[in-house]
């Protein structure tokens, strides 16, 4: 493998995850359609090398974000195990559902998303919110910094009972689809949970790595996991994630709301042309 190669998969891995680390994405809805349209990788070559950047961006922005004080660890253990169970249940429904029909559904689900995210403009704050009981028992209300503003804000986690639903949705459509949750997790922790968009994407973040560390034992035991291919996409994650996570903490919200929808709208297309059997690029995976 040439210089220039390594250092083209050490760019595109820094690109995609600084993107996704400020938005709380997984970074390999971005690098695994780009390694293997225009690197042309093996699509179970290029999951492997995603797993280990989506490992790599969540710790790399880890830091940053828990020093920031806006990664909400409290309810990111709670909804961790409805998004576990959800990609239980949807490995075991592999092959039930088929693909074409997924992807439509994927499609409508965040163009829906995109919908409820834009209808809301601006975060709420404690002061002026109701207390939701269970929320409140499991201390999960909290305050960030908001270095735009240049002052705290309050909130509190609303309907956790509903949040937790659509975190087994959330886990049940990623694990079917092959696809980080994190485009599902952002939508519903901001329109069902009412959280900042800021904590949404920063606890979401923190939620993808433990996700893909689960699966990167399977993808490693079957040697999926090459070397050559996951080293420099993984430091080139690192140092995206941690970019991601500073942009993230001084843009101001109600930017990266729209900014997150515009990447909701993006994808909702590649959903539907998946759904409809088109290939962009001519890709074969």
Not at 55 to 84: D, H, M, Q, Y
Not at 181 to 193: E, N, Q, R, Y
Not at 220 to 225: D, L, N, Q, T, V
Request: with cysteine; glycine share 10%; aromatic share 6%.
């Amino acid at each position: 493998m040439d210089t220039g190669y390594i250092l083209w998969l050490f760019a595109v891995s820094l690109g995609a995850s600084a993107l996704g680390g400020m938005l709380g994405m997984a970074s390999g809805i971005f690098i695994v359609p780009i390694l293997t349209v225009f690197g042309h990788l093996d699509i179970h070559i290029a999951v492997g090398a995603s797993i280990v950047s989506v490992i790599a961006c969540s710790c790399g922005s880890a830091a940053p974000f828990l020093r920031g004080r806006l990664t909400n660890v409290r309810l990111a253990i709670v909804l961790e195990t409805a998004t576990t169970l959800g990609a239980l249940s949807g490995v075991m429904m592999s092959g039930l559902i088929p693909v074409p029909v997924l992807y439509f559904i994927f499609a409508v689900i965040l163009m829906l998303s995109a919908q409820q995210m834009l209808a809301r403009r601006s975060d709420p704050v404690a002061a002026t919110a109701s207390i939701d009981p269970r929320s409140a028992w499991l201390c999960l209300d909290s305050r960030y910094p908001d270095h735009a503003l240049g002052r705290e804000i309050e909130y509190r986690v609303h309907r956790i009972g509903l949040g937790m639903s659509l975190m087994y949705c959330a886990g049940l459509i990623s694990a079917l689809l092959g696809i980080g949750s994190g485009v599902l997790k952002i939508p519903a922790m901001d329109t069902a949970l009412r959280l900042p968009i800021k904590v949404s994407s920063a606890t979401s973040n923190f939620m993808i790595g433990v996700t893909a560390a689960a699966s990167a034992g399977a993808y490693f035991a079957r040697g999926e996991i090459v070397t050559a291919i996951a080293a420099p996409v993984a430091l080139g994650s690192v140092v995206g994630a941690i970019i991601g996570a500073r942009v993230l903490m001084r843009v101001a919200s109600d930017k990266l709301r729209v900014l997150f929808v515009v990447v909701l709208a993006v994808l909702v297309v590649q959903m539907l042309l998946e759904a409809w059997g088109v290939r962009l690029f001519g890709a074969s995976a």
